[in-house]
């Protein structure tokens, strides 16, 4: 079936180092990628995405990569500070699908 | 843009009660809204999608007669929890998908900030 997994239950940094979270996809139909970031408590709040026509698409901060050819998404939060601590989950859908698949989701944890 | 409430935000309620939680769309109108339940230190897992003014379509292994799911207008959505039990307590969060013409993203949803349920 549809499955959206991550490498890496958890990732400590050193603040102000660079992070680097991955997904692994199954569904090779699926043309959009998106990450969010949930706080605790909270709602997962939209990062970034990416449509399956690009490899790679920057915003502030953050960076996703996708490898359509190992179906791998990634997601790269420069200069890591402690506000980037939360889980973070990436999630895909197809064309004409209504709902969103997530991955399992990293714990990012800032290091002072 | 694009906010999505829900109320209560936090419930504590006794075995074998009914609970309410509202799903709202603030500033545009939804005409799918989903429901998702997220356990302590896991995924969200898509428990039914609602489209406004028919009936919901639940997820494998979601009991449609325990979770009643009610989206009268394009800008509220309600899940019922009926005779909830302690199992029952979880994170529930709703979506919500800007109605098609508005949107600026390829079905892009809007999240709301979560009910976080407690059944004694």
């Known amino acids: 079936g549809e499955s959206v997994g991550l490498h890496l239950p958890t990732l400590s940094v050193q603040e102000g180092d660079n992070s680097i979270i991955n997904c692994a996809y199954s569904n090779s139909a699926s043309d959009y990628f998106i990450w969010y970031k949930q706080e605790s408590g909270k709602g997962p709040q939209f990062i970034i995405d990416?449509?399956?026509?690009?490899d790679k698409r920057q915003g502030q901060r953050v960076t996703v990569l996708l490898n359509k050819t190992v179906k791998h998404l990634s997601l790269q939060i420069a200069a890591t500070q402690p506000g980037d601590s939360a889980v973070y989950f990436c999630a895909e859908t197809g064309q004409g699908a209504q709902k969103l698949v997530f991955g399992q989701g990293t714990r990012l944890t800032i290091n002072p | 843009g694009a906010v999505v409430s829900q109320h209560p935000s936090r419930v504590i309620c006794k075995s074998g009660t009914s609970v309410k939680i509202e799903c709202r769309s603030l500033d545009f109108q939804a005409t799918t809204m989903f429901w998702y339940r997220q356990f302590p230190k896991q995924s969200l897992m898509l428990m039914a999608t609602?489209?406004?003014?028919?009936?919901?379509?639940?997820e494998q292994g979601v009991e449609k007669d325990k979770f009643l799911i009610n989206h009268a207008s394009l800008t509220l959505s309600t899940l019922t929890v009926t005779s909830a039990h302690p199992e029952d307590s979880s994170f529930y969060i709703c979506?919500?998908?800007?109605?098609?013409?508005?949107?600026?993203?390829?079905?892009?949803?809007?999240f709301g900030p979560g009910t976080r349920l407690t059944v004694l």
């Open positions: 979506s919500a998908r800007r109605q098609p013409g508005q949107g600026k993203k390829y079905n892009e949803q809007f």
């Open positions: 990416i449509r399956s026509n690009m």
């Open positions: 609602s489209n406004e003014g028919s009936k919901a379509t639940y």
